[in-house]
């Protein structure tokens, strides 16, 4: 559906207006304010849209936001690669599901680099161009892929970064969308 289509607009208000209307039976959630499922939704959806400070840190801290997101990131989801806790005893450098292939490299130019490399199985699919990344038990981080060229895209990493480090541990689950 097209980002400005009536439909979907009415369709999002809904789900914020049923959200709220449990909020507001809901004794507990009196002093909690939840994120808007459209809020989450344009950031799932969005290559421009940011979060903001505040609803950053409401994500953060809300369980309940947090499955809300990983519907509707897998609800879409181009590849899921998920945590490799019990198969793994160590750093993660492939990944890999039916759809593509993640590679972690280093660099040979810079040793405190590496390259993040992603080859899609079939080369006439759309390109995904967000990487989701979730760490068991934290938050959420989102990736603007490069563009593909073929069915490959490749981008260069910090070694030490967030983002490496996160892709490299066996714990994390990830979503190509």
Do not use: C
Request: glycine share 4%; proline share 8%; aromatic share 6%.
């Amino acid at each position: 559906m097209p980002a400005d289509d009536p439909v979907r607009k009415l369709a999002l208000a809904a789900l914020d207006a049923d959200a709220q209307a449990r909020d507001l039976l809901d004794a507990s959630a009196a002093t909690a304010t939840r994120l808007a499922v459209s809020v989450l939704y344009r950031y799932a959806s969005d290559l421009s849209y940011e979060l903001s400070p505040a609803d950053a840190q409401k994500l953060a801290s809300d369980d309940a936001a947090q499955a809300d997101l990983a519907g509707l990131i897998a609800a879409n989801a181009f590849a899921y690669m998920p945590r490799q806790a019990a198969a793994a005893s160590g750093a993660v450098s492939r990944r890999e599901s039916g759809t593509a292939v993640l590679t972690l490299t280093p660099s040979q130019a810079e040793p405190g680099q590496v390259y993040l490399g992603i080859e899609l199985f079939d080369p006439e699919a759309p390109p995904p161009v967000h990487l989701f990344i979730r760490h068991a038990d934290g938050p959420w981080r989102r990736i603007q892929l490069p563009p593909f060229s073929g069915a490959r895209a490749q981008m260069l990493l910090d070694a030490t970064g967030e983002t490496a480090s996160a892709l490299a541990d066996p714990e994390t689950e990830v979503y190509l969308r």
